[in-house]
């Protein structure tokens, strides 16, 4: 980082963003900064920040939908992500620098392909298919700060429409989110950045919010996928170059 300011100021920028996609489409925080965060403050804390916002983002959406959560569906998928979050703090706590950053493009890079490729597949149906989602979002989530794909393809197998996708996306982010920010802990940064970014935070909520009802919805998603895909190759090849 060439200087303090600046990176706080990157790192305002890369929060604000993320938000503002998170309140357009319910989730889509940490794939659009993971990548980023990851390259400005490292790995470890780039994943338990976006942790952080992401739950605290997925708060503020759910207080208006929280009628249309479906429960009976998203109580298999949040046990099991529960149980494997502490799987993925252990590996993430115990693999070297370049090799986390490449495990962290791979996985953003691949969940991105999955879900432009419309992936459809039959064990992700019924309550077998919100364990199998569940489990691989929680220790994707904690080890590398992107468990919301495998809970995108259980939607899809499900054929649920955008207005029952996003309330029981923002229900699932808080949990999943609240087990991995315990799991991993807070990130440490100075009281300048955790100003910036709760700035940043709210700056880009009221800019998703007022966007929402502008911005067509497929535009959305293909710029959400298109920043999702640069993001996870560009850490994937940093990574790759430590090595």
């Known amino acids: 980082m060439a200087s303090t300011g600046a990176a706080e100021l990157l790192l305002g920028g ?3 963003l993320g938000a503002s996609v ?5 989730m889509g925080f940490a794939l659009i900064a993971v990548p980023a965060l990851v390259l400005v403050l490292g790995p470890a ?7 952080c916002a992401a739950g605290v983002i997925s708060i503020a959406g759910l207080a208006t939908g929280w009628r249309r959560v479906r429960i009976g569906a998203m109580i298999p998928l949040v046990i099991a992500s529960a149980c494997t979050v502490p799987a993925g703090s252990w590996v993430a706590a115990r693999l070297p620098e370049p090799v986390l950053l490449a495990g962290v493009g791979i996985l953003v890079t691949v969940a991105v392909a999955f879900v432009m490729g ?8 019924g309550t077998r298919g919100a364990v199998t ?3 691989v979002g929680g220790f994707m989530n904690s080890a590398a700060g992107v468990g919301g794909p495998p809970y995108s393809l259980y939607a899809v197998n499900a054929g649920w429409r955008v207005s029952e996708f996003v309330p029981n996306a923002q229900f699932y982010g808080i949990i999943v989110n609240v087990f ?4 991993n802990g807070v990130p440490r940064l100075s009281g ?5 970014a709760a700035a940043a935070m709210v700056a880009g909520a009221l800019i998703g919010r007022a ?3 502008r911005v067509p919805e497929q535009w959305v998603r293909r710029l959400i996928l298109a920043l999702a895909l640069t993001g996870g190759l560009s850490v994937l090849v940093k990574g790759l170059q430590g090595m």
């Open 45 to 51: 804390q780039g994943v338990v920040l976006a942790n």
């Open 22 to 26: 998170q309140w357009l489409t319910g």
């Open 211 to 213: 966007l929402a009802p």
């Open 118 to 125: 419309g992936v459809r597949i039959s064990t992700l149906t």
């Open 14 to 16: 890369i929060v604000a």
């Open 133 to 135: 989602a569940g489990a």
């Open 180 to 183: 991995s920010v315990a799991s």
């Open 192 to 196: 300048t950045a955790w100003s910036v």
